[in-house]
Structure formats: structure tokens, C-alpha cells
């Protein structure tokens, strides 16, 4: 079974795309972050963990 040619500009245009949505992600999980601060969380509680209805954030109570 034989490879596929590969250009060298693909994989290069491949992993900076791959690092940008690296940042962006990283951009959205701050975002979430800082939501969930501010938050007056509503939880919804099961025996092992409790989870705001609001802004999904996510408290083990298992211990």
C-alpha cells in the first residue's frame, strides 16, 4: 500500500490551521471560564455531582 504523494505546503498550510484553532479554542475555553465565575449557578444535583443549569459548570461530589 502506497502512500498518497504529499506536498510539503500541505502539511505546513495543515499545521497552522491546527495551531490556529488551537488558540481559538483556548480563546472559547477562557470565555467559558469567565462566564462560569460570574454565574448564579442553579444546580441540578445527582448523589455524585452537581451541574448548574445556567452555565454548565460542573462540581464533583464524589470524593
Not at 460570574?38 to 442553579?42: F, G, L
Given at each position: 500500500m502506497d502512500q498518497p504523494f504529499t506536498n510539503k505546503e500541505d502539511v505546513a498550510t495543515l499545521k497552522q490551521e491546527v495551531i490556529r484553532l488551537k488558540e481559538r479554542i483556548?480563546?472559547?475555553?477562557?470565555?467559558i471560564a469567565e462566564i462560569q465565575q460570574?454565574?448564579?449557578?442553579?444546580f441540578f444535583e445527582t448523589p455524585v455531582m452537581r451541574k448548574c443549569v445556567k452555565c454548565h459548570y460542573v462540581e464533583s461530589l464524589y470524593y
Open positions: 483556548a480563546q472559547l475555553e477562557q470565555q460570574k454565574c448564579r449557578h442553579v
